[in-house]
């Protein structure tokens, strides 16, 4: 089955009850038993629940993956995984993260003994050298949020696979349409579901993808015990997203690239980072690894360098919202140092390159030209 048919059927049956196209909404927490522990394979919605299956099956269909779980948010997904490491366990993560992602490694768990290191992993030289006996996991973003920095997926699979170590890629931003880490040699894919997936601005939700049955048990059995699972409403939410992931990308792609040559040609705009310009030093490892084109996310800088200029701009788009998150429909613009980077410490921000004069756009699927007046005139 081809990518854009998974969306709308990977994975999908009707409801087996009353032949319903989409799953019902299992609003129930508990499931009657015949005698105790005989059940018709629902007991807890704790555990399992129907519409989440539902889901589950078509992230798992989506990601080229064998088990889906989906999470109360994305960050619960993250937490997952890293409940399966010990302390003094490491962990080495891309140094350009969702701010969120930064705050659960090095404010929670390091507290726990769990020791992170955080590089290019452009830099292959310097990520081996930070592997030894503790090393367990490597944890990667790519587009990274919110610099759009990317990560050569094979690359690092191959040295993860021949180190034994367990190698997650947080997907958020390319989405399966873009890219399968599973089919690069990634053994687990994240999901901010309340982002693409979702695609509506609508809900909170992560997923986790794996290939390796095992892997997939292990993972339930930690989001089980410990209980980050998604609600069936949210559920349904993010299946119906997904029937249309496809439809939604390919016009996120579009606009974006015509944001981001747009905003590569103004003369108040610095640095564009976009993935798909030809300028980008990483459009080579684009064009390998995401395909279709180049996602709708766009971050950019302000030639005068100065952080009230970005400020001016975001307190001027009219068709684009100031707000936090992306993915949805509608185009939204952030301000990474003041919003959803506040948690980085200041002196790592500037020292990654999340200035305070970089402003973040989600490209939504409005139609380009308002988007780009909306662009012309907020930029002044
Ligand atoms: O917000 P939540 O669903 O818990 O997802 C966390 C998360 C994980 N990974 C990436 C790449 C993300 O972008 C996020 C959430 N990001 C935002 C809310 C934001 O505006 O960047």
Redesign the pocket.
Known sequence: MKFNTKTIHGGQHPDPATGAVMPPVYQTSTFAQKSPGVHGGYEYSRAANPTRTALENALASIENGTRGLAFS??????DCVLKLLKPNDEVIAMDD?????YRMFSKIYQEFGIKFHFVDMNDLDKFKSLINENTKLVWV?TP???LMKLADIEAVAKITKEKNLLFAV?N??ATPYLQRPLDMGADIV??????YLGGHSDV???ALIVKNEQLGEKLHFAQFATGGTLGPQDSYLVLRGIKTLHLRMQRHCENGEKVANFLSNHPKVKTVYYPGLESNPFYDIAKKQMQGGFGGMVSFTFESGKKEDAIKFLESVRVFTLA???GGVESLA?H?AL???ASIPEDKRKEIGITDDLV?L?VGVEDAEDLLEDLRQALG
């Open positions: 948010s994305g960050l619960a997904a993250t993260l969702y701010g969120g992602t973003e990274t949020n919110p947080d958020t931003f994240m999901h901010s579901a309340t982002k909170i939700a992560g936090e998150s992306l952030n990474p919003m959803t980077h973040r989600s």
